[in-house]
């Protein structure tokens, strides 16, 4: 164990300070596994998959959004030829990625060397401001939960958004709601934030590029800011873009609707979302497909698919740890017959949270960073203090093999009944 941790952690710095820009622990290992010569058996090497959570994400590119080819090419067509229209609106499912586009294509207006292909640079320093949210000529407008002391609170609602956005490209409105707690609130842009937005159109544009405005969910403008958008699209102001988003057309005032440019956006292909998470390194591939399968082609829902498995999940593996350490058949029971009446596709996402944990357990018993969730801290420094390398190198294969028979539609009762045997035999040997 001594030596395993020294050889490790000769290595591991500067591994990792070589894997340069975006820390990959996929990368990382491929690499340590490369320079090392040391042959890691698969299952080991299988929980070294990346698994960070959804994180800030510098710059919004066209080719950073999963899927809607044809509206990226109608869009940068267009900026190419100088013939976008000063509104446009996207329209489509939720959680299709119009937030994110619209981020993109204004970045890509103000972008002052895009690239061949028609996207922006995404490095540039007006690039930079957009992905930002610090550029002075970019606005954002946006459903909120009004309240009595609004004015106050203005500029940190502003504020809140741009992070809301920027940690979550793919934001829902009811994500957004629950960023302040306004879950049980009607939201709604209010004719204030229209004449806001106003001014500051009217305003000439403080570094010469033009100004553009995005206006999230213009189906939630009610009637008076509608009515005041509607003039802003009437007489639009000089190198004014304005992007408006909406998932129902039939929403949209018509006479706005009937003035904009209109891309459509389509449910994206499962296939597309899962190696969409599997690159941003949310989840491994196995869980990526397991998200985006269940998504319904949103980006957001598998995204939330993959934040929420991992909640009952540490219930139910918590639980599981104490009937494997007891070892009584009635617990075991119990236990088995509660998984089993769960969907299949649940029981594979339950072996592929435990390979994590025991993954995190792992690195924690290395002394090695560990991502691991603060609620599951204690449970994983439990399983680190419980196995050491060798057993849990056992354990991986052991969930390993049970997600290989529950894939093949093995009996699913047979499957955990053994898992649960091998595994209080394995928990036990070491007492
Ligand atoms: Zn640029």
């Given at each position: 164990m001594t030596q395993t941790k020294n050889l490790w952690e000769g290595f591991v710095d500067d591994v990792f300070a070589s894997t340069t820009g975006v820390f990959s622990v996929g990368a990382a290992f491929v690499r340590l596994n490369e320079r090392t010569g040391v042959f890691f058996p698969r299952p080991i090497a299988y929980m070294f998959c990346c698994n960070e959570k959804p994180r800030n994400i510098a710059s919004m590119r066209?080719?950073?959004?999963?899927?809607?080819e044809s509206a990226k090419a109608a869009a940068m067509g267009a900026v190419a030829r100088g013939r976008l229209s000063h509104a446009i609106l996207l329209v489509g499912?939720?959680?299709?990625?119009k937030l994110a586009f619209a981020a993109a294509l204004v970045q890509r207006l103000f972008c002052s060397s895009p690239s061949p292909d028609g996207?922006?640079?995404?490095?540039?320093d007006d690039c930079r401001k957009v992905s930002q949210g610090g550029h002075p000529d970019v606005h954002y407008v946006f459903p909120y939960a009004r309240s009595h002391d609004a004015k106050a609170s203005n500029e940190e609602t502003y504020i809140a958004f741009r992070e809301a956005r920027l940690k979550?490209?793919?934001?829902t409105l009811k994500q957004w709601a629950a960023a302040f707690d306004a879950e049980n609130k009607q939201l709604v842009i209010g004719v204030e934030e229209a004449r806001a937005l106003k001014r500051a159109l009217t305003l000439s544009a403080f570094e010469g590029k033009g100004k553009a405005a995005v206006v999230w969910?213009?189906?939630?403008?009610?009637v008076s800011a509608a009515n005041a958008l509607l003039k802003l699209l009437e007489e639009p102001t000089d190198q004014t873009t304005l992007v408006l988003t909406a998932e129902?057309?039939?929403?949209?005032l018509p006479t706005i609707y009937s003035r904009c440019q209109k891309l459509t956006f389509f449910p994206v292909k499962a296939e597309i979302i899962a190696r969409y998470l599997e690159s941003k390194g949310w989840a491994t591939a196995d869980k990526a497909q397991e998200a985006a399968a269940l998504a319904g082609g949103s980006v957001a829902k598998a995204m939330e698919i993959l934040r929420q498995a991992d909640e009952p999940m540490l219930a139910v593996f918590r639980d599981w740890l104490n009937v494997c350490y007891k070892g009584a058949w009635p617990e075991i029971e119990r236990w088995v017959k509660g998984l089993t009446e769960r969907p299949r596709e649940f029981q594979k996402l339950y072996l592929t949270y435990g390979l994590e944990k025991l993954r995190e357990a792992l690195w924690t018993g290395l002394s090695l960073p560990a991502t691991t969730a603060p609620q599951e801290r204690e449970l994983v420094q439990k399983f680190a203090r419980m196995l050491d390398v060798e057993r849990i190198e056992t354990a991986a294969r052991m969930l390993e093999d049970a997600v290989f028979r529950i894939t093949r539609n093995a009996n699913a009762k047979m499957t955990f009944v053994l898992l649960t045997l091998k595994f209080h035999q394995l928990l036990r040997a070491g007492r």
């Open positions: 066209f080719k950073d959004i999963p899927g809607q499912p939720e959680g299709t990625g996207d922006s640079c995404g490095v540039c979550n490209p793919f934001l969910r213009a189906d939630m403008l009610n129902n057309p039939s929403d949209v």
